[in-house]
């Protein structure tokens, strides 16, 4: 009787070990399997044809979908009964449904901004939370790189729930700049430094091409705008060259740019002789 029992023991354990083997096989071999997929599909020529939007967030749901389906198949593997792991996993999913709803959120955040695409990778945006160049679009987050190259992750779902200005949807951008003037310069030489400047520097386009009107008459200076459009990757150099260029011009015309002026009137009173 005894010696029935071990062995039905010794069976067992030899049952379960196996399983057990067999289960770690299937995670190790599931999840190298899923990492060299994964990295294939990033090389592969028509996987690369895709927009690269697309192709981050597809990298990053395969990548997920797979290692889940490693994990099912090990517990599988284990006996784990298909239907109690059904049943089990159904309310886990209810449970996880209502402990993540913003991971849940978040992921229905990153599928509508692949469908409506208000921006996609290496576009230049502006959010409440930062500003950046879009480095990559995944399932639950988008990533963007600050110009002070720091990483910014931030959650799809409130990407989708808040103003984005995609500063790099359009190829060209437009700039205006304001320039004050003494009142005793000539109005129209200002305005011919002004326009010439903008023909002669290099990120300005010119079409449409530049204008130039007086906007304000200040306190201490007449104020005119210039109006100029670049290629929107150009866009940062535009504002420090017209600013420079701008500056050296008004110099070698004797155009000066005044600073803030006060006019002090003292009115003294007359001394009561006694």
């Known amino acids: 009787m005894m010696e029935q029992m071990l062995s039905t023991l010794w069976t067992q354990l030899t049952s379960a070990g196996l399983r057990l083997i067999y289960a770690a096989v299937i995670l190790f071999v599931g999840l190298k399997l899923t990492g060299l997929l994964c990295r294939w599909l990033k090389k592969n020529e028509r996987f690369s044809h895709l927009d690269d939007s697309l192709r981050s967030f597809l990298n990053s749901l395969i990548s997920i979908t797979l290692r ?128 010439e400047t903008a023909r002669a520097c290099e990120p300005v386009i010119s079409d449409p091409e530049p204008v130039v009107w007086m906007s304000r008459q200040g306190d201490n200076a007449l104020e005119y705008t210039l109006r100029v459009w670049c290629l929107s990757e150009n866009y940062f150099l535009l504002l420090t060259s017209v600013n420079e260029q701008v500056k050296r011009a008004f110099d070698r015309a004797g155009i000066s740019i005044p600073f803030p002026q006060l006019d002090l009137h003292i009115q003294t009173q007359p001394q009561n002789n006694l």
């Open 68 to 195: 889940v389906l490693v994990f099912v198949s090990a517990a599988l593997t284990l006996g784990i009964p298909a239907t109690s792991f059904v049943t089990v996993l159904a309310s886990a999913g209810v449970a996880a449904g209502l402990a993540l709803q913003g991971a849940l959120s978040n992921l229905a955040g990153g599928i509508m901004l692949l469908f409506f695409k208000p921006f996609k990778v290496g576009d230049f945006i502006e959010t409440v939370d930062g500003t950046g160049t879009v480095k990559s679009i995944t399932v639950f987050y988008t990533v963007i790189t600050t110009m002070d190259n720091r990483q910014l992750t931030l959650p799809n779902g409130s990407l989708t729930n808040a103003a984005i200005t995609n500063c790099t949807a359009e190829t060209t951008r437009r700039a205006d700049f304001t320039f004050s003037v003494a009142y005793s310069s000539d109005l129209d030489l200002v305005k011919i430094v002004l326009y």
